[in-house]
T-cell receptor, first 113, second 112 residues
Framework: EAGVAQSPRYKIIEKRQSVAFWCNPISGHATLYWYQQILGQGPKLLIQFQNNGVVDDSQLPKDRFSAERLKGVDSTLKIQPAKLEDSAVYLC???????????FGPGTRLTVT | AQTVTQSQPEMSVQEAETVTLSCTYDTSESDYYLFWYKQPPSRQMILVIRQEAYKQQNATENRFSVNFQKAAKSFSLKISDSQLGDAAMYFCASEYGNKLVFGAGTILRVKS
């Protein structure tokens, strides 16, 4: 079974630029999560999708971050414009129903200069 | 709000020895799950072990076991016969309502 795929693995941008990350969950998984992991901290949930609907985006900075999950499969997370404090690893995870184990992707390391 | 605290930023263990990583949590829920995740330098989060709060029996997975003290809200991870491949960042996490809340992590170093 293929795992959660993410791209790119690394991204370096200047502040005020925009960036997008892509996630492909495990086939058949209804629930998809995006986490932000700042260096030295544990992951923090940004947004949770159930199929193509948003379940929780309470910690998503909506003035600059947006996410979508078209057709309930792949998802993209966008930051526009980026700030220095957005430098972090962005992890995508998926689970079959949202009530079971979450499987994580390898993450995208974003550096904002 | 749920919080998870890992008070040990870094731990070291000699290969083949046993090490215990500490975790405390705060929740008002009666039904929840607790997890330990391993994150090696590759950044891939890997589930190590899971404990259901309503189960009194401590979970075990091969060399990994937990000491779950519900009243004290404590959930420590014991790694027996430590191996070089165990070196990683370990995160304790609690889950309720399908959401994971992570601690800050403990770096585990394994000495040969």
């Amino acid at each position: 079974e293929a795992g959660v795929a993410q791209s790119p693995r690394y991204k370096i941008i200047e502040k005020r630029q925009s960036v997008a990350f892509w996630c492909n969950p495990i086939s058949g998984h209804a629930t998809l999560y995006w986490y932000q992991q700042i260096l030295g901290q544990g992951p923090k949930l940004l947004i949770q999708f159930q199929n193509n609907g948003v379940v929780d985006d309470s910690q998503l900075p909506k003035d600059r971050f947006s996410a979508e999950r078209l057709k309930g499969v792949d998802s993209t997370l966008k930051i526009q414009p980026a700030k220095l404090e957005d430098s972090a690893v962005y992890l995508c995870a998926s689970s079959s129903t949202g009530l079971d184990e979450q499987y994580f992707g390898p993450g995208t390391r974003l550096t904002v200069t | 709000a749920q919080t998870v605290t890992q008070s040990q930023p870094e731990m070291s263990v000699q290969e083949a020895e046993t090490v215990t990583l500490s975790c405390t949590y705060d929740t008002s829920e009666s039904d929840y799950y607790l997890f330990w995740y391993k994150q090696p330098p590759s950044r891939q989060m890997i589930l190590v072990i899971r404990q259901e709060a309503y189960k009194q029996q401590n979970a075990t997975e091969n060399r990994f076991s937990v000491n779950f003290q519900k009243a004290a809200k404590s959930f420590s991870l014991k790694i027996s016969d430590s191996q070089l491949g165990d070196a990683a960042m370990y995160f304790c996490a609690s889950e309720y309502g399908n959401k994971l809340v992570f601690g800050a992590g403990t770096i585990l170093r394994v000495k040969s």
